[in-house]
C-alpha cells in the first residue's frame, strides 16, 4: 500500500474512534437559536465539511486550449514553405 493510502486509513479510524468518543449532548449555538445537539453530529458535521471543501479547493482544474488553430488561421503567410520543402515532405 501506498502511504497516502495508509495516511487515509489512518486518518479516517483516528476521526472515527474521535467521534465515538465524544456522544454527549451540549448547547449549541445557532445564528438565530439555541439547541441541543450531539457532539457526534457537530464533529461530523463539520469535517464532512472540511474534506468537501478541501476537496473542491484541491481539485485541479482541466484547461484544454490549443492556439495552434487560432494563429495559423489568421496567418495570411502560412504557406511558407519553399518548394525544396514540399518535396522532401511529400
Sequence with gaps: MRAKTLFIIAFTALVTVFLVINTD???FNFIFTTAE???????????FIGFVLGYFVAKPRTTVTT???????NDPNKDHLSEEDRNYIS
Design 25 to 27: 449532548a451540549v448547547e
Design 37 to 47: 445537539v450531539s457532539k457526534l453530529v457537530v464533529i461530523g458535521v463539520c469535517t
Design 67 to 73: 492556439y495552434d488553430d487560432r494563429f495559423d488561421s
